[in-house]
């Protein structure tokens, strides 16, 4: 009896032995490291340094999650993260809130039926557009080389977009009909300001990808050119406006003011490396100019959407008389021909760049 339970203690540890040599179907994956601490400017490549911002670089070279998961981390770009990051709910609930009480004005009217409400959406849309890529870019963009380009690249493509939705908004709303009937702005406006916007677009990708630092002043040059013509173009139905409308029977003009000198603010800090140049290594974290730019930006955008607001419930319902709907309908396509035009204009800079890289 007992050789017996032997023998059947004996097959069962073979039994096992056999079933522990199996091969796992899963197995626990090892958790994923935090990211890394930040590190001076002299431990990251040349590219991912800015002039005057001596700290709070992350490394090169981490998963794309520690990227992802380093918006909780302090680091030289968190505010330029958050100050998109943050704005982009913002304005969703703004747009929001302005739709509800716009769509009770008539009686129950569907507003989102309308056609004349078509730019409007377009420029909304081109606003979270800009706001996503330039988080995604100040986030992501210390991955590599080559994701920094890319990244930059698209962020290039977000500005483009918005310059048009923000002309759209412009000519179909806030123009007035001494403005169109001026030297035949009403005929080259749209496409224009389509050119124009595409081009800063291509210059802005040549430039970073052509140019290395210390940066020439000739990449400014070919950075603000088109970039300022494309915005002289736009706003100028703002312009004409502000100085000929009645400041006490329009309550878009402070709106539209305040989009003005919010931009000329955000271009300044964008322009030149203030404060940080006169503190270098004080203003790594916050307080740089490229960090006060995004502040300005985001402002101006949200009072460019309130002055919008105002001027699309002031004239609802003269726009299609005014402009027709075939010409609301072709706008409205050659938004999205544009960011065809500027993603293809990236895709082609972003083969360029791999081939330097590859070839480095």
């Known amino acids: 009896m007992s050789t017996v339970i032997l023998q059947r203690l004996s097959t069962l540890s073979l039994t096992v032995k056999q079933l522990g040599n199996l091969p796992r179907l899963s197995t626990p994956s090892p958790p994923s490291p935090p990211p890394k601490p930040t590190v001076p400017a002299g431990d990251v490549p040349s590219l991912f340094r800015e002039p005057y911002i001596l700290s709070g670089y992350r490394p090169t070279g981490q998963s794309w999650k520690c990227y992802l998961l380093s918006v909780f981390q302090w680091h030289n770009e968190s505010l330029n993260v958050w100050t998109h990051l943050l704005a982009a709910p913002v304005l969703l609930l703004r747009c929001w809130a302005l739709l509800a009480v716009t769509s009770g004005d008539d009686g129950g009217h569907p507003l989102l039926l309308d056609l004349s409400v078509l730019p409007l959406a377009l420029y909304v849309l081109s606003s979270l ?57 009403r005929t080259f406006f749209l496409p224009g300001a389509a050119l124009l916007a595409w081009l800063s677009c291509a210059c802005c990708c040549f430039a970073k990808a052509h140019y290395r630092r210390p940066y020439p002043l000739r990449r400014k040059v070919c950075q603000l050119i088109p970039t300022s013509l494309a915005y002289f173009l736009d706003i100028s139905p703002v312009v004409q406006r502000l100085v000929t409308g009645d400041w006490e029977r329009d309550a878009a003009l402070p709106f539209h003011a305040g989009q003005v000198a919010f931009f000329l603010m955000a271009a300044f800090f964008f322009s030149y490396p203030f404060p940080e140049c006169f503190l270098p290594g004080h203003c790594d974290i916050v307080g740089h100019a490229h960090q006060v730019f ?14 919008l607001f105002r001027d699309f419930v002031a004239r609802r319902e003269a726009i299609l008389e005014v402009h027709g709907e075939e010409l609301v309908v072709e706008a409205s396509v050659s938004f999205f021909i544009l960011v065809l035009c500027c993603l293809a204009t990236a895709g082609w800079m972003h083969r360029t760049v791999h081939k330097q890289l590859k070839n480095k």
Not at 142 to 164: I, K, M, N, P, T
Not at 294 to 307: D, G, K, N, R, V
């Open 294 to 307: 995004h502040l300005f930006l985001s402002m101006c955008t949200m009072c460019q959407l309130e002055a």
């Open 129 to 185: 557009t800009y706001l996503a890529c330039s988080v995604a870019a100040h986030l992501l963009q210390s991955h590599s080389e080559l994701a920094h380009y890319s990244l930059f690249f698209l962020d290039y493509v977000g500005v483009a977009v918005y310059q048009y939705g923000c002309a759209l908004g412009h000519y179909f709303y806030s123009a007035e009909a001494a403005w169109r009937n001026t030297g035949g702005l």
